[in-house]
């Protein structure tokens, strides 16, 4: 198995895990761009919303909504972007289906379409993981 994403879900990788369900995975993503950005996946493996059955994509769709809710809560943010790439020429990088949820706040001057790919600190990104995670209903 190549791909990075179900191996995570495998539990080959580690991740910090927000959401456990039976159709999807809600983890920490690594390179943050903003406090609290985490990644929705399906556990079966699907490249883009093309290919995604409308019931894993009913089950994605409720589990971002919930997530961002709990991380706003959580972290106080005062809004929160969702974000999903199809494709190379969206800048889709990992051919797994993964729904971005960045929590923002005003003048926090990221770029949604070119942020910084730089690896977080993991002791911050477990706390503010297991912060979210209160907050989940
Ligand atoms: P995209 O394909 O939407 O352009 O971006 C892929 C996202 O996955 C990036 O935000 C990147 O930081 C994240 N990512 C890539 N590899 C890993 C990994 O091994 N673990 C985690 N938690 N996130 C990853
Ligand atoms: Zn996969």
Redesign the pocket.
């Known amino acids: 198995m190549e791909c ?1 994403f179900c191996k ?1 879900i495998a539990g080959e ?1 580690p ?1 910090v895990k927000v959401l456990d369900e039976d159709l999807v995975l809600a ?5 943050p761009s903003s406090q609290g950005h985490m ?1 929705v996946v399906p556990k079966k493996h699907t490249e883009n919303i093309f290919e995604i059955s409308d019931g894993d994509l009913a089950a994605i769709t409720s589990a971002v909504r919930r997530c961002a809710k709990a991380a706003k809560e959580a972290l106080k943010a005062e809004g929160v972007t969702i974000l999903q ?1 199809n494709g190379r020429a969206s ?4 051919p797994h289906l ?1 729904v ?1 949820i960045m929590p923002r706040w005003e003048n926090d001057g990221l770029s949604v379409s070119q942020w910084e ?1 730089k690896p977080g600190n993991m002791e911050e990104i477990k706390d503010i993981a297991r912060k979210v995670q209160e907050h989940l209903s």
């Open positions: 990075i995570i990788i991740a983890f920490m993503d690594i390179n990644l790439l800048d889709q990088i990992v993964h971005h790919m």
